[in-house]
């Protein structure tokens, strides 16, 4: 059974840092790639970032690149999304998906885990 499990999210102040976690299971990183994807209320879901499965290459949005870091950790088969000097913009739900390589739609999804920037 497929499964993504994300962790990390809570609440920070700007300028703040956070680590997200997405624990795979059901599968290995060697054949799915994952992608980071956030909705804020309101507004549409959008792609953040994505490690593909074969070389490791990554993947950002505009708006996050020099803040955010992803990365993964085969052993664990465990993606990391390292945020880094966090904006109030950057509050939403982030979500990881896996996806057959970082051009493809997600085949399976975690249920998200909340994140706000916020004094």
């Known amino acids: 059974q497929v499964q993504l499990v994300e962790s990390g999210g809570g609440l920070v102040q700007p300028g703040g840092s956070l680590r997200l976690s997405c624990a795979a299971s059901?599968?290995?990183?060697?054949?799915?790639?994952i992608g980071w994807f956030r909705q804020a209320p309101g507004k549409e879901r959008e792609g953040v970032s994505c490690?593909?499965?074969?070389?490791?290459?990554?993947y950002y949005t505009d708006s996050v690149k020099g803040r955010f870091t992803i990365s993964k950790d085969n052993a664990k088969n465990t993606v990391y999304l390292q945020m880094n000097s966090l904006k109030p913009e950057d509050t939403a739900v982030y979500f990881c998906?896996?996806?057959?390589?970082?051009?493809?739609?997600?085949?399976?999804w975690g249920q998200g885990t909340q994140v706000t920037v916020s004094s």
């Open positions: 998906a896996a996806r057959s390589s970082c051009w493809r739609n997600p085949a399976y």
């Open positions: 059901g599968f290995t990183l060697d054949n799915y790639a």
């Open positions: 490690i593909s499965s074969s070389d490791g290459s990554t």
